[in-house]
Every structure is written in C-alpha cells, then in structure tokens.
C-alpha cells in the first residue's frame, strides 16, 4: 500500500505565503511524476503544477512567477511554496503521483487534500 500525505495548508492573507508538503509512504520503489491539483468549490480539479522525476516542471499560467514545486527523490517528499497568494488561490489542495510499489506494480495515488484558504 502506498500513502500520499500533506500538511501545510491553512489561511494566509492576500500577498502572503504557504508551504505545501506532501509525503510518500508504503511499499515505494520508485515514485515518478508528481503534481499539485486544487479544487476550488463548485469547480472542477485542476492542475496546478507537476514535477517529473528528473525535476522538470510545468505550471498553470495562473501559478506562473508566483508558485514554486519542488521534490526530495531521499525523502519521497514534494512541496509547493506559494507566494504572492491571492483568494482565487483558495481551494482544496491535492497531492498526486506515479509510484511503483515494490510489487512492481505503477498505480497513480491522491492525497486527501489540504485546505488553503487567502483571504482578502
């Protein structure tokens, strides 16, 4: 079994800033990409930013200049600092990755969600 785990949201004013952790635990092997998701209410789940293993990124134009994904391949750990946040930023915020399990099988994994809420 394989558990995806963050921690970090919270309420943050408009133009403050927020670490999200996301941690990887179970019968890991190897975990490839990962990726933020967030769902705001009444909206759809979207991406928010995703890093391969090797460390390449991508982000929503909406994140872009103010959001940073990052990974600890040692610690089986992700993160997204985000700054400058803004209250569209508020949502749910879901951590999702590619892990193969020690079985060898490769199976995609969502967190539970972190709440982040900026106020304005």
């Known amino acids: 079994q394989v558990q995806l785990v963050e921690s970090g949201g919270g309420l943050v004013q408009a133009g403050g800033s927020l670490r999200l952790s996301c941690a990887a635990s179970?019968?890991?092997?190897?975990?490839?990409?990962m990726g933020w998701y967030r769902q705001a209410p009444g909206k759809q789940r979207e991406l928010v930013a995703r890093?391969?293993?090797?460390?390449?990124?991508n982000y929503a134009d909406s994140v872009k200049g103010r959001f940073t994904i990052s990974r600890d391949n040692a610690r089986n750990a992700m993160y997204l600092q985000m700054n400058s946040a803004k209250p569209e930023d508020t949502g749910v915020y879901y951590c999702?990755?590619?892990?193969?399990?020690?079985?060898?099988?490769?199976?995609?994994?969502w967190g539970q969600g972190t709440q982040v809420t900026v106020s304005s």
């Open positions: 999702n990755a590619d892990v193969t399990a020690t079985s060898r099988n490769l199976n995609n994994y």
């Open positions: 179970g019968s890991i092997f190897s975990i490839g990409a």
């Open positions: 890093i391969t293993s090797g460390g390449s990124t």
